[in-house]
Nanobody, 129 residues
Framework: QVQLVESGGGLVQPGGSLRLSCAASGAPLENYAIAWFRQAPGKEREGVSC????????WYMDSVKGRFTISRDSAKSTVSLHINSLTPEDTARYYCAARRGYFEDINHTSCRLRDMNFWGEGTLVAVSS
């Protein structure tokens, strides 16, 4: 069992940056793949990035490559998502999720929504001038 708590959301102007954090407790990150999902009003939840807790390998949705950077700090049991060049299209509630397992590599199937075992409550990101 792992508990996930997101933080770092807020109101940001277009072009700005944010750093979202996911604090995990209850189990070592090494036992999980940790992902960030987002859900905009009226849209389905989508996975934007994922990282393997044991290996640190990362995956990104194509549309966010170059702007989003995921990282993990195993000692602090946190996973961060740094977002640059924010646009109004990034406005959404961002969720942290964990999938239990032993992973040798990462790809777009590593952190599918239906496979995630644990979820946080989310943190709201609003991009507006």
């Amino acid at each position: 069992q792992v508990q996930l708590v997101e933080s770092g959301g807020g109101l940001v102007q277009p072009g700005g940056s944010l750093r979202l954090s996911c604090a995990a407790s209850g189990a070592p990150l090494e036992n999980y793949a940790i992902a960030w999902f987002r859900q905009a009003p009226g849209k389905e939840r989508e996975g934007v990035s994922c990282i393997l807790g044991r290996l640190g390998k990362a995956w990104y949705m194509d549309s966010v490559k170059g702007r989003f950077t995921i990282s993990r700090d195993s000692a602090k049991s946190t996973v961060s998502l740094h977002i640059n060049s924010l646009t109004p299209e990034d406005t959404a509630r961002y969720y942290c999720a964990a999938r239990r397992g032993y992973f040798e590599d990462i790809n777009h199937t590593s952190c599918r929504l239906r496979d995630m075992n644990f979820w946080g409550e989310g943190t709201l990101v609003a991009v507006s001038s």
